[in-house]
């Protein structure tokens, strides 16, 4: 089993920043493809970033694309999403996901509240 343990979030204005963070337990990092999610309220989740754990590539999203960076520390079992230029669509529960490569049992983190207003 995979426990995924998110941190961050919270309430900013339009314009500003935040770090999410999602530490992953019980499984190798190594071995897990990892990306971020999210929700708004009456809308489906949808995918924002993906990191492919063979080669690195990276996904973004294109409402993010430019504003959202992330990245991983295999080491320390952690990916990070780094958000700037925050605008008020943004807000949603976010949700970090982990895809075990071989097997493609998924795991979710319990999600964090992004809330961007003035």
């Known amino acids: 089993q995979v426990q995924l343990v998110q941190s961050g979030g919270g309430l900013v204005q339009p314009g500003g920043s935040l770090t999410l963070s999602c530490t992953a337990s019980?499984?190798?990092?190594?071995?897990?493809?990892m990306s971020w999610h999210r929700q708004a309220p009456g809308k489906e989740r949808e995918l924002v970033t993906r990191?492919?754990?063979?080669?690195?590539?990276?996904y973004y999203a294109d409402s993010v694309k430019g504003r959202f960076t992330f990245s991983r520390d295999n080491s320390a079992q952690t990916v990070y999403l780094q958000m700037n230029n925050l605008k008020p669509e943004d807000t949603a529960v976010y949700y970090c996901?982990?895809?075990?490569?071989?097997?493609?049992?998924?795991?979710w983190g319990q999600g964090t509240q992004v809330t961007v207003s003035s």
């Open positions: 990191v492919f754990s063979r080669n690195g590539t990276t």
């Open positions: 019980g499984y190798d990092m190594y071995s897990l493809d």
């Open positions: 996901k982990a895809r075990k490569v071989i097997i493609g049992d998924v795991f």
